[in-house]
C-alpha cells in the first residue's frame, strides 16, 4: 500500500476467564483473540473475515479500547494506545471510531437524530465552532445522504438502511482517521447492503479514511477491501491483498471458505470444487494445539492416516509460503495453493 503505517497490531491476545461455583473460581478461559498481528496504512480498507465466533468483533473493540488485552500492543500514530492515560487517550478516540453491526439497537431510541450525531461534540466541543453544531450535523447528515431537515425526528421513523446512514454520521463526525466497520451491513436487506457500502467507499474517497471491515460475507468483503485478512478461532492463518486471497487462496481453511461462497449459474456452481470440512468448529474454551485448524484439515493427515506431528505441535507462522501462487501471508505448514477460479 502507498499510504503510511497508521495502525500496528503485535500478537494481540484476549482471554475472556469462566467463572464457576459459589465463590466465582476461575476454571479457564476462552481464547477470543490468540496472537492477531497486521498493520493499517491510511486510506486502505483490511476485510477481515471467518465465521461466527472466531474472534472478529473481539479483534475490533481491541482496537478501540473498549476491551483490554491480555497481552499484546496497538500503535496508533506511533503512540502505544494501551499505555495512553488521560488527554491523550482522548485524542486517540477521536481518530478511531467505530460503526455498529445492529442499527436497530446502536441507536438510542429517546434521542433525536441531532442528538445521536451532535453527541460526540458533548465530549470534543473543540471539533466544531461554538454555535455550528446544529449546522455540522446536518452537513454530516447530508453527506450520507439523509435529508438535513429530519435533524429534530427519532430512530424509529427510519429505515434499517436510514438508520445505519445515521450510524456512519456520527462515526465520521470528528473527522477520525480510522473507522472500525463491525458487520455493518449484515442486518440489512441485499439492496441496501449495496446503497451502505456504496455510501462508505464514497466516504473514504472524501476524507481519506481507513477502515477496518468486519463481516462474513465473503462477496461484500471482496468488493470493499483492499486487504483481506481470514480468522479462524482467534488467529490470522492467511492475510493478503484482495486478488491474492480470492484468485489463490493458500490455507485449507480459506479454500473451504470460498467454495461455500453459493454461485447465481447453475452450469458454473456444477463445476466448482466444493470442500466440505469434518467435525464441528471447536470451541475457544478448549482450542486445539498447534494449529487449531490440524482437526479438520485435510493436509494434517499423513500417509499412514495419522494426524502431521507438524500440525499437532507446532502453531505455524504467519509468513510467506515460498510454495505459493503469489506471495502473501498464511499460516500453514503444508500449503498448497488452488488456480485461480477453483471456487469463485
Given at each position: 500500500?502507498?499510504?503510511?503505517?497508521?495502525?500496528e497490531?503485535?500478537?494481540l491476545?484476549?482471554?475472556?476467564?469462566?467463572?464457576?461455583?459459589?465463590?466465582?473460581?476461575?476454571v479457564?478461559?476462552?481464547?477470543a483473540?490468540d496472537?492477531?498481528?497486521?498493520?493499517?496504512?491510511a486510506?486502505?480498507?483490511?476485510?477481515?473475515?471467518?465465521?461466527s465466533?472466531?474472534?472478529?468483533?473481539?479483534?475490533?473493540?481491541?482496537?478501540?479500547?473498549?476491551e483490554?488485552?491480555?497481552?499484546?500492543?496497538?500503535?496508533?500514530?506511533?503512540?502505544?494506545?494501551?499505555?495512553?492515560t488521560?488527554?491523550?487517550?482522548?485524542?486517540?478516540?477521536?481518530?478511531?471510531?467505530?460503526?455498529?453491526?445492529?442499527?436497530?439497537?446502536?441507536?438510542?431510541?429517546?434521542?433525536?437524530?441531532?442528538?445521536?450525531?451532535?453527541?460526540?461534540?458533548?465530549?470534543?466541543?473543540?471539533?466544531?465552532?461554538?454555535?455550528?453544531?446544529?449546522?455540522?450535523?446536518?452537513?454530516?447528515?447530508d453527506?450520507?445522504?439523509?435529508n438535513?431537515?429530519h435533524?429534530?425526528?427519532?430512530?424509529?421513523?427510519?429505515?434499517?438502511?436510514?438508520?445505519?446512514r445515521i450510524?456512519?454520521?456520527?462515526?465520521?463526525?470528528?473527522?477520525?482517521?480510522?473507522?472500525?466497520?463491525?458487520e455493518?451491513?449484515?442486518?440489512?436487506?441485499?439492496?441496501?447492503?449495496?446503497?451502505?457500502?456504496?455510501?462508505?467507499?464514497?466516504?473514504?474517497?472524501?476524507?481519506?479514511?481507513?477502515y477496518?471491515?468486519?463481516?462474513?460475507?465473503?462477496?461484500?468483503?471482496?468488493?470493499?477491501?483492499?486487504?483481506?485478512?481470514?480468522m479462524?478461532?482467534?488467529?490470522?492463518?492467511?492475510?493478503?491483498?484482495?486478488?491474492q486471497?480470492?484468485?489463490?487462496?493458500?490455507?485449507?481453511?480459506t479454500?473451504?471458505?470460498?467454495s461455500?461462497?453459493?454461485?447465481?449459474?447453475?452450469?458454473?456452481?456444477?463445476?466448482?470444487?466444493?470442500?466440505?470440512?469434518s467435525?464441528?468448529?471447536?470451541?475457544?474454551?478448549?482450542?486445539?494445539?498447534?494449529?487449531?485448524?490440524?482437526?479438520?484439515?485435510?493436509?494434517?493427515?499423513?500417509?499412514?492416516?495419522?494426524?502431521r506431528?507438524?500440525?499437532?505441535?507446532?502453531?505455524?507462522?504467519?509468513?510467506?509460503?515460498?510454495?505459493?501462487?503469489?506471495?502473501?501471508?498464511?499460516?500453514?505448514?503444508?500449503?498448497?495453493?488452488?488456480e485461480a477460479?477453483?471456487?469463485?
Amino acid at each position: 500500500m502507498s499510504g503510511e503505517v497508521i495502525l500496528e497490531a503485535r500478537d494481540l491476545v484476549k482471554h475472556f476467564p469462566i467463572k464457576a461455583g459459589v465463590i466465582k473460581r476461575t476454571v479457564g478461559h476462552v481464547r477470543a483473540v490468540d496472537g492477531v498481528s497486521f498493520d493499517l496504512h491510511a486510506g486502505e480498507t483490511l476485510g477481515v473475515v471467518g465465521e461466527s465466533g472466531c474472534g472478529k468483533s473481539t479483534l475490533g473493540r481491541l482496537l478501540l479500547r473498549l476491551e483490554e488485552p491480555t497481552s499484546g500492543s496497538v500503535m496508533f500514530d506511533g503512540i502505544d494506545m494501551y499505555k495512553a492515560t488521560g488527554s491523550a487517550m482522548r485524542k486517540l478516540r477521536r481518530d478511531i471510531q467505530i460503526v455498529f453491526q445492529d442499527p436497530y439497537t446502536s441507536l438510542n431510541p429517546r434521542k433525536t437524530v441531532g442528538d445521536i450525531v451532535g453527541e460526540p461534540f458533548d465530549i470534543h466541543p473543540e471539533v466544531v465552532p461554538k454555535g455550528g453544531r446544529r449546522k455540522r450535523v446536518q452537513e454530516l447528515l447530508d453527506l450520507v445522504g439523509l435529508n438535513p431537515e429530519h435533524i429534530n425526528r427519532y430512530p424509529h421513523q427510519f429505515s434499517g438502511g436510514q438508520r445505519q446512514r445515521i450510524g456512519v454520521a456520527r462515526g465520521i463526525a470528528l473527522n477520525p482517521k480510522v473507522l472500525v466497520c463491525d458487520e455493518p451491513v449484515s442486518a440489512l436487506d441485499v439492496s441496501v447492503q449495496a446503497q451502505v457500502v456504496n455510501l462508505l467507499e464514497k466516504l473514504q474517497h472524501e476524507l481519506n479514511l481507513a477502515y477496518i471491515f468486519i463481516a462474513h460475507d465473503l462477496a461484500v468483503v471482496r468488493h470493499i477491501s483492499d486487504r483481506v485478512a481470514v480468522m479462524y478461532l482467534g488467529r490470522i492463518v492467511e492475510l493478503g491483498d484482495e486478488e491474492q486471497i480470492y484468485d489463490h487462496p493458500t490455507h485449507p481453511y480459506t479454500q473451504a471458505l470460498l467454495s461455500a461462497v453459493p454461485v447465481p449459474d447453475p452450469s458454473v456452481a456444477g463445476q466448482r470444487q466444493q470442500i466440505r470440512l469434518s467435525g464441528d468448529v471447536p470451541s475457544p474454551a478448549n482450542p486445539p494445539s498447534g494449529c487449531h485448524f490440524h482437526t479438520r484439515c485435510w493436509l494434517a493427515s499423513g500417509e499412514d492416516g495419522d494426524a502431521r506431528p507438524e500440525c499437532v505441535d507446532d502453531v505455524p507462522a504467519l509468513i510467506d509460503r515460498p510454495d505459493g501462487v503469489t506471495q502473501h501471508a498464511c499460516a500453514c505448514h503444508f500449503a498448497a495453493p488452488r488456480e485461480a477460479g477453483a471456487f469463485v
